[in-house]
Each structure stands twice: as structure tokens, then as C-alpha cells.
């Protein structure tokens, strides 16, 4: 089975920022939807921002006007560009999705932002 695989995580200063990719292992282009959570210690996940298989984007109020949510579909890669980061934005940032794409889960990318 192939795998969502997140990266580009790390610790910034606040107002810094960050690119955030996930790619699916495998040969098999999957179009479908995606999107960007994440999960702060002692927190529920928080959906970030969600893009259709046309591009069509959605984003969390915390994070419009700051994050980018893109991707390049025959390269099975998602995008977060991440500016303006905020102390709160620290957390686990996990990508996800839709089911028919059959993509395991991924471990996340640790993003820490330091006031």
C-alpha cells in the first residue's frame, strides 16, 4: 500500500515560515481530494485547509489570509506554504486524503513556532 509521506516541518520564529509537502509513495496517480490537518498536545485535530482534485481550496479562519494549500497532481504532492506563523499554529501537521486513493496514513511533520 502506498503511503502519505509529510515533511518540511521544523522550529521558526513567530512571523517566520515554512513549506510543508506531502507525497504519496507509489507509481499510481490518484486525483482526488486532499487536505492538511493538525494536532496540537492536549488538542483534537483541526482541519488546516482541504483542496479539490480541480483546486478548488478551503481554509481554517485561523489560517486564511496565511497559508497556501497547492499541488501538482501528477506528482501525487500536496503543499503548505505556512507565513506569518503564529506560537499557536505549533503542532502536528498531518496530511490526509479521500479513501478511494487507498494511501496509508503518514506520521506527521512536528511544526514548533517560538514567540
Known amino acids: 500500500q502506498a503511503q502519505l509521506v509529510e515533511s518540511g516541518g521544523g522550529v521558526v520564529q513567530s512571523g517566520g515560515s515554512l513549506r510543508l509537502s506531502c507525497t504519496a509513495s507509489?507509481?499510481?496517480?490518484?486525483?482526488?481530494?486532499m487536505g492538511w490537518y493538525r494536532q496540537a498536545p492536549g488538542k483534537g485535530r483541526e482541519s488546516v485547509a482541504t483542496?479539490?482534485?480541480?483546486?478548488?481550496?478551503n481554509y481554517a479562519d485561523s489560517v486564511k489570509g496565511r497559508f497556501t494549500i497547492s499541488r501538482v497532481n501528477a506528482k501525487n504532492t500536496m503543499y503548505l506554504q505556512m507565513n506569518s506563523l503564529k506560537p499557536e499554529d505549533t503542532a502536528v501537521y498531518y496530511c490526509?486524503?479521500?479513501?478511494?486513493?487507498?494511501w496509508g496514513a503518514g506520521e506527521g511533520t512536528q511544526v514548533t513556532v517560538s514567540s
Open positions: 490526509n486524503a479521500d479513501p478511494i486513493c487507498d
Open positions: 507509489g507509481d499510481t496517480i490518484c486525483i482526488a481530494p
Open positions: 483542496i479539490t482534485s480541480t483546486g478548488r481550496t
